[in-house]
């Protein structure tokens, strides 16, 4: 199973006045962690789209377990660890020096762009995920 | 047990090239609907700041069951089902027109400001959930 | 001249580390003011669309005099000073407990949905206009 | 004088539903750039805050031109014309694929952080600016 990592600078904000990023960022690095593993296996989102197949956010949840302040370097690694179905789920790892600050995952559908109904995932991104799991 | 109805209007910035409105909004509705509850059942959130307690979110969990678009009026209802002890659970049902679009809770820890360490909650806020519930 | 008046209540997720709301949010806040004023007087944006106009945003002007908290309700005072040409200029002022926070306006050009050209304001939003200024 | 430039690439949590980058989200983008901009010449914001300096905005200003739209990478040109006096002015121009799509600055003034009065800028910056306009 291969991990994808993109990083992204904590800037003032994306902070609260707690002096830590505000939980309600995090969704937002997920989808940066997200977008660039699917770009990273070699199926960008942009390219399910010329598909005319959308991945809506069906659920999503989140672990706060420590904080990231102004000025840290995330590290977000994300990672698949089914096949995907009619439906796709991806997992985070938000680190700030290898220290863990967050976890959590995303569950999307696959949808016909032009139908707007679920729609099976692309051959493939079947094939692709199926290399790194 | 009694649920508490905040509203919010979607503005253009909450939607994304989809026409709806971002997964990555909903955390934010979340703390609309929790901050007018704290406020209504007799506990606003500055009163916990006052006391020297936050309540960091550490974990949240969301449902996207339908969509919201542009200039619709988001109902948030935040409710409670148990009573605090070092944590404390928010549950949360946002609809439009009375047609369910995300359900989802929200868990808080109780810290004392000072010390950054886990604290007991308030009396007077068991005593108002009991109230309630 | 009439001004039209919303309220915003600051979250939490509205501040950032300096303990006050950040300087990115006020946009948003002007959307909010320009949405209700549009509402009020009798042309919604969402009309608007209908007619196939949109009005984007060309440029934005903000001045930063004070500070707002997190849970202060800001009131935001919109209004127009001269009739739309092919732009619109939008003013606005925000203020906590009659203390002016923030100023700024916003230009936007009256764009034609089907072909993105700039078009004419709608006759109708001219005459309401006309009322007000 | 010398540009400093820093890369964003645009999530879909940045766009609304003109399919477009949203206008609010662009003095995110400015604090990017300049964020960046003080590390490359040498004074990292976080420094200035060891200094008890903080650099809150008191104006800001943006001219839209073109738009970027989900995926794009937005290429953030920020840029200083003139020494800092109690207020410092900063330029961004933002572009995709070398069209311009963004301008605009904002002005900060000098804040002491223990007496919250203006201060004036440190001398090292002063001379690291001197380097470069």
Redesign the interface.
Known sequence: MIEFITNV?V???H?????VV???R???YF??GR??FLRKIGF???EMEKENI?L?????????ISTA???DLIQIKAKINELPTVKIKILYELSVQDKLITTGF?IHSFINLKTFKPTRPPEKLIKLIKEII
């Open positions: 600078r800037l003032y904000a902070t609260d006045t707690m002096g505000s939980n309600v995090y969704l937002e989808e940066a977008n660039e960008p989102y942009t959308a809506p956010v069906i659920e999503a949840n989140l672990k706060y302040k102004y000025d995303t």
